[in-house]
């Protein structure tokens, strides 16, 4: 099982990121699926998680209105869209999936992505 993220990077205040993460091998039938964040001293935290179905299932207070969650089964890739980016977005964001279809607030991630950076500054 394989989960890569790409389209990290550097940005100003204000600026936009599309992050995606491409899965490959796993066997869950229409997994959960979430992205996390983790900042510098700071404990990981959900960002933005969608079910089984395709619905968007949560959205952190923080970022809603700013960050978009998609994903494209045809290509088995998930994708947030980040915008109006402020440096307290800066962290290592990554994807997980759970075997769970639904209660993604509860759901177990069992595979995770290795990260990818986003600095906001």
């Known amino acids: 099982v394989q989960l890569v993220e790409s389209g990290g990077g550097s940005v100003q205040p204000e600026g936009s990121l599309r992050l995606s993460c491409e899965s490959s091998?796993?066997?869950?039938?229409?997994?959960?699926m979430g992205w996390f964040r983790q900042a510098p001293g700071k404990e990981r935290e959900r960002v933005a998680t969608?079910?089984?179905?395709?619905?968007?299932?949560f959205i952190h207070p923080a970022v809603e209105g700013r960050f978009t969650i998609s994903k494209d089964n045809a290509k088995n890739t998930l994708y947030l869209q980040m915008s109006s980016l402020t440096p307290e977005d800066t962290g290592i964001y990554y994807c997980?999936?759970?075997?769970?279809?639904?209660?993604?607030?509860?759901?177990?991630?069992?595979?995770w992505g290795q990260g990818t950076q986003v600095t906001v500054s």
């Open positions: 997980a999936a759970s075997p769970w279809t639904t209660s993604c607030h509860l759901a177990p991630y069992n595979y």
């Open positions: 091998g796993i066997t869950y039938r229409d997994p959960c």
């Open positions: 969608m079910d089984g179905y395709g619905r968007v299932v």
